[in-house]
């Protein structure tokens, strides 16, 4: 089983960008979809974007599709979430996921969470 650290979080103003990183432990990344999942405060964990092993599939939220995008590198066991355009309503807790055989669109079907990552979104 892969063991997932994030990083990349922070505090951005409205209209910028940040990029997240996924780093997994183990020889099976390869094996793994990947997704990303936010929490933000009070609220449910929600389903950010995915991504399937070879990446040839990527799969967004409608509240950040053409704003993010999802991609991962096999050979550094990396996955990142590129976010633009960033809005207030972004801020939360970014958890990277990981699932088999297929991607994980709601939180019920990832194998392994990262423990997350802060994004702030000033106004």
């Known amino acids: 089983q892969v063991q997932l650290v994030e990083s990349g979080g922070g505090l951005v103003q409205a209209g910028g960008s940040l990029r997240l990183s996924c780093v997994a432990s183990?020889?099976?990344?390869?094996?793994?979809?990947m997704g990303w999942f936010r929490q933000a405060p009070g609220k449910k964990r929600e389903f950010v974007a995915a991504i399937t092993q070879s990446g040839g599939s990527t799969y967004y939220a409608d509240s950040v599709k053409g704003r993010f995008t999802i991609s991962r590198d096999n050979a550094k066991n990396t996955v990142y979430l590129q976010m633009n355009s960033l809005k207030p309503e972004d801020m939360a807790v970014y958890y990277c996921?990981?699932?088999?055989?297929?991607?994980?669109?709601?939180?019920?079907?990832?194998?392994?969470w990262g423990k997350g990552t802060l994004v702030t979104v000033s106004s």
């Open positions: 996921a990981a699932s088999r055989p297929g991607v994980a669109r709601t939180e019920y079907g990832v194998d392994v």
């Open positions: 183990g020889r099976t990344f390869g094996n793994y979809a």
